[in-house]
């Protein structure tokens, strides 16, 4: 079953940098796709990036509001998954989540960890 822990949040102005980690557990976590999500207040989850898996090439991929600013990266050893944000906007404030892309499942549902809250405001 999917274990996964997101850190790196804090509050930063416009313009600054964070970088966001998720440690997970379990083999899930190095044979999936993985992928930071993101919700905003008022708002649906929304895909931020997302990358295959080692043995599948590392394909990246970002939405095209991040492009340019954020950089996703895994390692297999130990299971993390990062989040280098740079540049960051005001619309960047939300919480998030690290998971896998589609998302796991826990019994009938998805999983999602806490999250980070991140904030960026002057």
């Known amino acids: 079953q999917a274990r996964l822990y997101e850190s790196g949040g804090g509050l930063v102005q416009p313009g600054g940098s964070l970088r966001l980690s998720c440690v997970g557990r379990g083999r899930m976590f190095s044979l999936n796709d993985m992928a930071w999500y993101r919700r905003s207040p008022g708002k649906e989850r929304e895909l931020v990036a997302k990358?295959?898996?080692?043995?599948?090439?590392?394909?990246?991929t970002y939405a095209e509001s991040v492009k340019g600013r954020f950089t996703i990266s895994r390692d297999n050893v130990p299971n993390t998954l990062s989040l280098q944000m740079n540049s960051l906007k005001l619309e960047d404030t939300a919480v998030y989540y690290c998971?896998?892309?589609?998302?796991?499942?826990?019994?009938?549902?998805?999983?999602w960890g806490r999250g980070t809250q991140v904030t960026v405001s002057s």
């Open positions: 998971n896998g892309d589609p998302p796991f499942s826990a019994g009938a549902g998805e999983y």
């Open positions: 990358i295959s898996p080692i043995t599948s090439g590392e394909t990246i």
